[in-house]
């Protein structure tokens, strides 16, 4: 991490009095491109200030010792509320839905559309994210489901929500990495658009790709 004090030790913090953070003020560690994108963007979609912390892959600062004491999984993202680490992008995103309502990132009033939201986001972790690495041809098959499951539907779910930031991501990685022919996913390419023309996914992309991106090609 370029900011080489722990922000979940303590005894390093500044007393109240000097302006110790707020225990609720959250803090999200990213690296440019990858997971993270998904909460990056939806903290500039709910509009609440928040400490950035890009975390090197180049330098392996999610293996550093005080990353670790955060998330000992060494993975990004992680969304500290205070001195509370959240981890997984599916937690994260439900955690700013819920915290922002004015957002209209989650269904409030819908238990079906709540299910539906779940059931996207549970896909897109357990067997989307993990595709690429069964291979190229898996990971196009996966990606088919994807476009089926996604159909004619402007948004994953009803409105536009925290499963398509999720998906946004994914898709986005994919796009960069397998460059499918724009006839390849018709429904997510058009998903994709509609994403780029959010401000807070415009903003997202631009300062991760200043930062400069280090995942693999
Ligand atoms: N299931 C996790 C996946 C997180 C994840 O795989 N993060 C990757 C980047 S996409 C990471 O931090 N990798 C670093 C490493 O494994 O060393 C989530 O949804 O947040």
């Known amino acids: 991490m370029r900011d080489r004090e722990s922000p979940i030790d303590g005894s390093r913090r ?33 509009g609440e200030p928040f400490d950035a912390r890009p ?9 550093d010792e005080a990353f670790l004491r955060i998330n000992p999984q060494g993975k990004v993202p992680v969304l500290l509320v205070g001195t509370q680490a959240l ?10 839905a819920q915290r922002h309502p004015q957002a209209r990132l989650w269904p409030h009033d819908d238990p079906i559309a709540q299910a ?15 595709a690429r690495r069964q291979g190229i041809d898996h990971a196009r098959r996966v990606w088919g489901l994807a476009e089926r499951r996604l159909g004619e ?3 994953a779910v009803g409105e536009f929500g925290i499963a398509d930031i999720h998906l946004f991501r994914l898709f986005w990685r994919m796009r960069s990495s397998l460059h499918p ?10 998903h994709h658009a509609r994403m780029l023309e959010r401000d807070a996914v415009r903003r997202t992309l631009a300062i991760e790709s200043a930062i400069g991106y280090e995942v693999p090609a």
């Open 14 to 46: 500044a007393s109240p009095a000097a302006g110790q953070p707020s225990p609720t003020a959250l803090t999200l560690y990213f690296a440019p491109g990858s997971s993270s994108m998904a909460p990056h963007i939806a903290l500039h979609e709910v």
């Open 55 to 63: 975390v090197s892959f180049a330098r392996h600062e999610q293996r």
């Open 87 to 96: 981890t997984e992008v599916a937690a994260i995103l439900y955690f700013l």
């Open 116 to 130: 539906r939201v779940i059931s996207w986001m549970s896909f897109l972790a357990s067997t989307v994210h993990p």
């Open 153 to 155: 539907a402007p948004w």
């Open 181 to 190: 022919s724009p006839q390849e996913f018709p429904a997510l390419e058009a």
